[in-house]
T-cell receptor
């Protein structure tokens, strides 16, 4: 069975600093991995996804994530944080059973950006 | 392009009253559909998913039910709301493949009083 663990429920960075949000997965088969962002009182928006092509995946809003099989990780990074990046971030792994399209989400990480 | 709608955006209902939340998808056919709930300060909980008309799978036992009367319509219902049903309800769709991402609607904020 697949699972996802997000390390750190809250991360605080200064504006202009590096953003690093951690995600580790568990999967018995090659995983499909996703990062989503949620702003207050809104739905989730896809930032990027990994589907076994390039291990470094670039997404929207300057975010990128690197798939590391040896570390079972898919950490999300952004070189320079903006105030507008303050939001909740979710890592997810695809449930590889059948074609339900179900995603298994981590518990989320709240990113705070300080001026 | 595809669009997903949810309504209402906010809802305040008394305990014991019925509930009906609606989700519709435009611009695609035969999507997989999902209902999630977010309780305050907690993550996403998958409630139901559907791979076709009339096909509903429940992920957790609860006071809620779901129906899919049309290909691109997904309804979440309850006959009698509980306080614990309060939360943010999200509908999503996907193409149903294992590599498919899900696309989320704007959500409905439900407060049960």
């Amino acid at each position: 069975a697949q699972s996802v663990t997000q390390l750190g429920s809250h991360v605080s960075v200064s504006e202009g600093a590096l953003v690093l949000l951690r995600c580790n997965y568990s999967s018995s088969v090659p995983p499909y991995l996703f990062w989503y962002v949620q702003y207050p009182n809104q739905g989730l928006q896809l930032l990027l996804k990994y589907t076994s092509a390039a291990t470094l995946v670039k997404g929207i809003n300057g975010f990128e994530a690197e798939f590391k099989k040896s570390e079972t990780s898919f950490h999300l990074t952004k070189p320079s944080a903006h105030m507008s990046d303050a939001a909740e971030y979710f890592c997810a792994v695809s449930d590889r059973l059948g074609n339900t399209g179900k995603l298994i989400f981590g518990q989320g990480t709240t990113l705070q950006v300080k001026p | 392009s595809q669009t997903i709608h949810q309504w209402p955006a906010t809802l305040v209902q008394p305990v014991g009253s019925p509930l009906s939340l609606e989700c519709t998808v435009e611009g695609t056919s035969n999507p997989n559909l999902y209902w999630y709930r977010q309780a305050a300060g907690r993550g996403l909980q998958l409630l139901f998913y559907s791979v076709g008309i009339g096909q509903i799978s429940s992920e957790v036992p609860q006071n809620l039910s779901a129906s899919r009367p049309q290909d691109r319509q997904f309804i979440l219902s309850s006959k009698k709301l509980l306080l614990s049903d309060s939360g943010f309800y999200l509908c999503a769709w996907s193409r149903g493949q294992q590599s498919s991402e899900q696309y989320f609607g704007p959500g409905t904020r439900l407060t049960v009083t």
